[in-house]
């Protein structure tokens, strides 16, 4: 099994006996995007059809954000793009993003906590945040803390949802962010990186 096996929430609360709870707990860190990212992004916007595809979304969107506001954290975190995370023969496989505190031994060692996952889907949000979900069980074992949140994101782009797990509660952000909230979600990431 893996985490693209799970297919919704429910299917692990039902094996892992995960409670759900909804809130909107976000809250708003004060960051801009960069200049150098507004320009490129517009420049993609313009010219590419970065809502073509699943590839598309990640390359011309969904890392591009990401990136842009690691760029502040960079002297603590680490950010990894489809690198392999395996709890056991269950909760193993290959998160779309994640971010780590840095290794003592270098940007080619996993850090630990791992402190956020992202899962790009284009357009199923159910099944995203299955396989999120999943990863956040996963990363919070590794972790061995459950008492400390792993934030989950689950985004087609367009739509960034939120949501963590902490002990055996996922709560699910209420609130939903669009694209064209740009500063909010980048005020939202900052804000789920530093609740470390």
């Not at 992004?41 to 011309?60: P, Q």
């Not at 779309?96 to 850090?111: A, P």
């Not at 209420?174 to 900052?190: D, N, P, Q, T, Y």
Request: aromatic residues 14%; contains cysteine; charged residues 25%.
């Amino acid at each position: 099994m893996a985490f693209t096996d799970f297919k919704s929430i429910q299917q692990v609360q039902e094996t892992f006996n995960i409670k759900y709870a909804e809130e909107n707990y976000i809250e708003f860190d004060e960051l801009e995007p960069s200049p150098e990212f507004l320009s490129e992004f517009n420049f993609s916007r313009k010219h590419i059809d970065i809502f073509a595809s699943e590839a598309s979304r990640c390359e011309n969107v969904i890392y591009p954000i990401i990136r842009d506001v690691f760029k502040h954290y960079v002297a603590c975190y680490a950010l990894w793009s489809h690198k392999t995370l395996s709890y056991d023969a269950i909760l193993t496989g290959i998160p779309d993003y994640l971010i780590t505190s840095k290794s003592e031994l270098g940007k080619t060692m996993l850090g630990l906590p791992i402190v956020v996952l992202v899962e790009a889907k284009q357009n199923n949000f159910s099944e995203g945040w299955g396989q999120c979900l999943a990863e956040l069980l996963a990363a919070q074992k590794i972790n061995k803390d459950e008492r400390k949140a792993v934030h989950g994101v689950v985004t087609d782009g367009e739509f960034w949802q939120f949501g963590k797990l902490t002990v055996d509660t996922f709560t699910k952000n209420e609130m939903v962010f669009s694209i064209s909230e740009l500063k909010r979600i980048f005020g939202a990431l900052s804000f789920i990186i530093k609740d470390h």
